[in-house]
Nanobody, 121 residues
Framework: QVQLVESGGGLVQPGGSLRLSCVAS????????MGWYRQVPWKQRELVAK???????NYAGSVKGRFTISRDNATNTVYLQMNSLKPEDSAVYYC???????????????WGQGTQVTVSS
């Protein structure tokens, strides 16, 4: 009963910027972590960045210094600001949210449908 809706993907030239957004809606009581993952053909899905409800962040080494993740707890929204984009950043980007139950005894992971990011001259 939880839906993640992504937006902001598209085509950009090397060195350019994009901002991805993801809004979680539905039966939400507590979001533990929100993050972004990406996947290219013949490769496993990899973590790009994640952020906890308290604001702690974690980034893949390949994007440190170029990407910034942030969230708005009031609207259950997570953002990914991507600067200095490189062709190797091209991938389908997926939003992820880990939610705690109302009783705070279990967690469950949810995924968005993905949004395409293409970096090409």
């Amino acid at each position: 009963q939880v839906q993640l809706v992504e937006s902001g993907g598209g085509l950009v030239q090397p060195g350019g910027s994009l901002r991805l957004s993801c809004v979680a809606s539905g039966s939400i009581f507590s979001i533990v972590t929100m993050g972004w993952y990406r996947q290219v053909p013949w490769k496993q899905r990899e973590l790009v960045a994640k952020i906890t409800s308290g604001g702690s962040t974690n980034y893949a080494g390949s994007v440190k210094g170029r990407f910034t993740i942030s969230r708005d707890n009031a609207t259950n929204t997570v953002y990914l600001q991507m600067n200095s984009l490189k062709p190797e950043d091209s991938a389908v980007y997926y939003c992820n949210a880990v939610l705690a139950s109302m009783q705070l005894t279990t967690t469950r992971s949810y995924w968005g449908q993905g949004t395409q990011v293409t970096v090409s001259s």
